[in-house]
């Protein structure tokens, strides 16, 4: 669609760049030679190279990017099938149930999900993270499905169910492409809040099951030093050629 | 009630009410009984060094219930948790409107690029938030920072109109700011993918009957978004309810919200009972506004 | 379609194992400790001796460490509480009594931070540092606008503050704050009496509008950089905060001083859980801290003060000259221990504080 709309262009321009100036900083102070992190020393990779030897950061980088891979999916299929019955059908239980755990303050979430583990003497480690995680990430995906069915069209699918398409046919082939963008702002979603997410995993991580925001808060006692921002440059970079790879091999998987 | 066919359970449909029993039965056990533990807890007592002091028995082997209403009642003792409760909603409420501000633009600038170039947009939009929450706060801290360049550029500015010079760091704005910064993202994408199903055949026909830019906004695109609007409106306000990082890092010496006295319950003062019951109130406070709100929008035909 | 999943799962699963792992095979010791508490040297060595790997996780604040560990968590070998939360956790029977014949490097500890009432025979405890809290302040700007006062008078005092407006910090810690307010009014840090403590709220409800922030994170950096003037912390953090600011050749000194009124001591201890898997080991890393070269790594990396009488002679002069980290025995005799509170009292100081973070 072709538009010539320079004041909604600008609009947006104005907002990328509110999103993106504090993560300039972070990029550029990845690469300044200076510990204090206050002004630009002079340019340097050292922190990067640092961090290859930081083998606890690693691992908590990996733990990281594994449990969001892991409980974004789960929440995305559990999320939409939840978004789904919340219009279909007018469940009382089920819209409180999705809005609650969004509404949960998270520390309440982390000792109530701990307190629960160690009574279903349950061990804590990465499971118990992804099981969390999960928990916090069904809320927000079902949000975003159900904005996106309100105004659907129901006829369509309807029209295939009378040309005779089995329910299955109709939902991958119908509803699913339609429902497609709330699918994927949700799953985008989740994603972004397993990764980032430090509350609730400090109380169900087990020993030694460290994520990197855990691990970061461990080291920004004295401050953010550019080691944490060059993990965090580099988890960034990571992250979007993983997503870029899926979405090259999935052309229009996502997509209505 | 509308009458719509598709909402109604056609014999033929029954599978799809068994969709929903795998979230339901997932949210029962990971967060029903959990939080429920939790509601139980908001009845006992405090353990003498934290945790929770056992709720039957006594030391001396005597039987006894240990339950009370006392961590109920100190909510309502005295107004201080109750203009806490305020503030906060204060604060999320005008969070929101700043990130349906920001946030509408940017989802409809997104929604009515062309079709090739609206995931990677949406990606885009998403990135700054794979880099960690707290480095992007201590970021803005250095955007903040009196030494920095915008605070700096901005005392120019003022001094040349003959302002005295601010301070952003520590203070109500800078706490604003980063609320919208991290949560802006939860706005834009529920409202894009309501967005993305506009017909586009109905601004056209607006257009040749004459309607302008505004009207065609106003008339057409706002009314069918309201549902992503809503969406976005309640990932952003519940969860700006419950931050306190934000108030903790750059709120100065006033700034804190009801979450930071949440945490505060949790682990400095090892008081689970009471943290229990603010946690209650507040997530009961949240849910009945925005369950409160669905229902007016129900009423006014704009939501379902 | 299917090939593909293959591939990206597949894709994803090598990238995962291309990452090194922190949990190798042999021993695992799990250490719980504070951030930035112990040196990377200091874990390589031990981990070269005894042949295992030292997988740490970590904490914040006592009442972090405390949350976690009395809702149950377990699995940890080593964990390194302050007294209070040391006296809470032998109180609820939570600690492995330590076998001091495992011990031998214990006679290194000095005689003056052991047999403390919490723990009288150190059945469960052995000391391991401690931080005092204390000011930090810059001493250019000091002496520019005239403040001689070393004592919490520069924190509380509306006539120092006053030239001080927004540039000062307190920590955000209830019990830091009124312990300091407490010392600042003459009475003990532990005195848990309404009134008193009614008194204290009063000296910093007055001081409050003057200082910029509750700021336990960042000071250093703050203090380092210049935004900040004067900030109340740890010894440690001060430490560090002076070294910052002379490594980035800032055109004034922070420096740090104990307020001659008295101040808290910390007093971290290695204790054993009775929870842990590898009590062994564990004892094993206890004897291996208490050595007094590793003793004395501590301080010369992290500044912790160091309750460890054989390290004295491997510690850095410069460290061991600071009265504020090696307070001499006159210094000693005004320092207070915080003990561990019950239930009521952290309630009443709990209200007092967000009366105050509320006005």
Known sequence: MKHKNLALILAAGAVFTFLYLPLVIVVVYSLNDSKLNAEWVGFTWKWYDQLFHNRALLTAARNSLMIAAISAGAATVLGTLAGMGMYHYRLKVLPALVLTPIAMPDILMGVSLLLFFIMLNMSLGLISIVLAHITFCIGFVAVSVRARMSGIDPSLSEAARDLGASPWHCFQKITLPLLAPGILAGALMAFTLSIDDFVITFFVAGVGSSTLPLQIYSMVKIAVTPEVNAISTLLMVLTLILITLTARLFPGALRS | MKPNTARNVGSGDRWKRLLALPPMGYLLIFFAIPTLIMLFASFRYAGEYGGLAPWYGNEDGSLSINLTLENWQRLFETDLYLRLFLKSIMYALLATLLCILLGYPLALMIARSPKKHRDLLLLLVILPFWSNFLVRIYAWMIIFSPSGALTRMMNVLLATVGLAPVSLMYSSTAVIVCLVYVHLPFMVLPLYANLEKHNPALLAAAQDLGANRWRRFWDITWPLSLPGVYAGAILVFIPVLGTFAIPDLLGGTDGIMIANVIKQQFVESRDWPFGSVLSMALTAAAVLVVLLSAKMGTRRGTLR | ?359
Request: net charge positive; charged share 20%.
């Open chain 3, 1 to 359: 379609m299917k090939r593909r999943w293959v591939f990206v799962v597949g894709l994803f699963g090598l990238l995962m194992s291309a990452i090194p792992s922190a949990a190798a095979d042999g021993d695992r010791l799990h250490l719980f400790n504070w951030n930035d508490y112990i040196a990377q040297e200091t874990v390589t060595t031990f981990e070269q001796q005894c042949h295992c790997k030292v997988v740490q996780d970590y904490y914040s604040s006592t009442e972090e460490m405390m949350a976690k560990l009395l809702a149950g968590a377990s699995g940890y070998d080593v964990v390194v509480p302050t007294q209070n939360a040391l006296q809470a956790l032998i109180k609820q029977n939570f600690l492995h009594p330590l076998e001091k014949n495992l011990l031998p490097n214990f006679k290194n500890s000095d005689p003056g931070f052991l047999n403390r009432s919490y723990d009288p025979e150190n059945a469960y405890s052995v000391p391991y540092a401690f931080t005092t809290t204390l000011i930090g302040y810059n001493e250019q700007r000091l002496a520019k606008l005239g403040i001689t006062a070393r004592n919490w008078s520069l924190i509380f005092d509306p006539r120092v503050l006053s030239k001080l407006r927004g540039k000062v910090t307190v920590l955000d810690d209830a019990e830091e704050v009124f312990s300091a307010a407490l010392k600042y009014l003459g009475y003990s840090i532990n005195d848990r009496d309404e009134k008193h403590l009614r008194e204290a709220q009063q000296v910093i409800l007055t001081a409050k509008p003057y200082w910029a922030a509750f700021n336990s994170s960042s000071y250093i950096k703050e203090l380092a950089v210049g935004n900040i003037w004067v900030a109340h912390g740890y010894s440690s953090d001060m430490l560090q905060a002076q070294a910052d600011a002379k490594a980035a050749a800032r055109d004034f000194k922070v420096n740090f001083v104990l307020p001659t009124q008295g101040a808290v001591l910390a007093l971290d201890n290695m204790v054993i859980p009775k929870s842990a898997k590898n009590k062994a080991l564990a004892h094993r890393f206890i004897n291996f801290m208490l050595e007094s070269k590793n003793a004395a790594t501590l301080t010369n990396k992290i500044g912790a003060g160091n309750p460890n009488r054989a390290a004295a002679e491997f510690i850095d002069a410069k460290i061991r000259k600071q009265n504020a980290i090696f307070p001499d025995a006159a210094t000693l005799t005004k320092l207070e221990t915080l003990e561990a509170s019950n239930a009521k009292q952290r309630r009443l100081l709990n209200t007092l504080w967000t009366e105050i973070k509320i006005k």
